[in-house]
């Protein structure tokens, strides 16, 4: 079993509508969860980091995480063309010396 | 600041051509990985340092071997490059220490690599 899963896509979603990106993980011990955004043939960059139960805001972009449940979503509110990539979940190990990458999900805004 | 920094940004070796990747962070960090990305595969970690002076074997370790020369750089060696290893390495790096600091991983512009 993958440590962390992603549905790969495609995610297609209208400019303004709100896209809903979701992640399952394996191991109950994680700590920290990330999402990272990768346009294509760029490197990832970081959109959000969330360390406990609940969610997090920040502008259009909401991570909610669910350790019970081993699950970690992001939301992007207001969605625009620029917001068409692959997106990334990561999530360390319990150590917090190793991370595990979904394989990313492909988004694209359409104007 | 730079951030990460990788050399060289494109490679084309034949099978059994050695060479070192390069990867320097002027963020003061202490810890640094080396991750291949592959289609259909995500982001796969090859081996990390926690810290100057270690490393660790990650997912996928084979073929590979890596050096902390200093806090800031940290290095990737393929001794008998094979086309299975026909690949984009990126270098990351993070404050992350056991019991402290933050975990977030900055990541380099990558290396790709064609080995035919």
């Known amino acids: 079993q993958k440590e962390v899963e992603q549905n790969s896509g495609p995610l297609s979603v209208p400019e303004g509508a709100i896209a809903s990106l979701n992640c399952t993980y394996s191991?109950?011990?994680?700590?920290?969860f990330f999402w990272y955004r990768q346009y294509s043939g760029k490197s990832p960059e970081l959109i959000m980091s969330?360390?406990?139960?609940g969610d997090k805001e920040d502008g259009r972009f909401t991570a909610q995480l669910n350790k019970a449940s081993q699950y970690v979503s992001l939301l992007i509110r207001d969605s625009q063309p620029s917001d068409s990539a692959t997106y990334l979940c990561a999530v360390s190990g319990n150590t917090g010396n190793q991370f595990y990458f979904g394989t990313g999900t492909s988004l694209t805004v359409i104007p | 600041n730079a951030g990460v920094t990788q050399t060289p940004k494109f490679q084309v070796l034949k099978t059994g051509q050695s060479m070192t990747l390069q990867c320097a962070q002027d963020?003061?960090?202490?810890?640094m990985y080396w991750y291949r990305q592959d289609p259909g595969m995500g982001l796969r970690l090859i081996y990390y340092s926690a810290s100057e002076g270690t490393t660790d074997k990650g997912e996928v370790p084979n073929g590979y071997n890596v050096s902390r020369l200093n806090k800031r750089e940290f290095s990737l060696r393929l001794e008998s490059a094979a086309p299975s290893q026909t690949s984009v390495y990126f270098c990351?790096?993070?404050?992350?220490?056991?019991?402290?600091?933050?975990?977030?991983?900055?990541f380099g512009p990558g290396t790709r690599l064609t080995v035919l």
């Open positions: 969330i360390y406990s139960n």
């Open positions: 990351a790096s993070s404050e992350a220490l056991r019991g402290g600091g933050t975990d977030t991983q900055y």
């Open positions: 191991d109950r011990v994680s700590q920290s």
């Open positions: 963020m003061n960090h202490n810890s």
